[in-house]
């Protein structure tokens, strides 16, 4: 476990084991982004949520089956958030967003590559109102 505080945040990095089943982020432990996300919980202002760590690139591998991060250099935090809609197709996809609200990293949001296309129709993310890091068929329906 890794935790960090930034600005007042505190972030505190998990392995994929201690997510809990059913959890906000644990449908992305059998995902290609699982060499470079961990769940984290982040407490600030009196509050905490569940949210992922997520690197540009996969993480040194620490052991099975989890990666383990040094520190948080170019890591974002970012929401799992189900039942987003194509503008052109109509498909469902989950979508892995920045957490914007927080005074945490927001120079390294320009680090990550960004989700172009929708995952169903291939329709670029502007036409599709798809804006995103990473855009996944939406597993909860299409």
Avoid: I, K, Y
Wanted: proline share 11%; charged share 20%; with cysteine.
């Amino acid at each position: 476990m890794l935790r960090v505080t930034v600005n007042g945040v505190e972030v505190e990095v998990r392995a994929w084991a201690e997510e809990p089943a059913g959890g906000p982020v644990a449908a992305l432990a059998d995902t290609e982004l699982r060499a470079r996300c961990l769940p984290a919980l982040v407490r600030w202002r009196g509050r905490s949520f569940r949210c992922v760590a997520l690197w540009p690139e996969p993480l040194p591998p620490a052991g099975p089956p989890d990666p383990a991060p040094a520190d948080l250099a170019g890591a974002v935090l970012a929401q799992l958030v189900h039942g987003w809609r194509c503008r052109v197709c109509g498909g469902r996809v989950a979508a892995l967003v920045a957490e914007a609200g927080l005074p945490f990293a927001d120079t390294n949001r320009r680090r990550h590559r960004w989700a172009t296309n929708c995952p169903h129709c291939g329709a670029h993310v502007g036409r599709a109102r798809l804006h995103a890091l990473v855009l996944l068929p939406d597993p909860l329906g299409s």
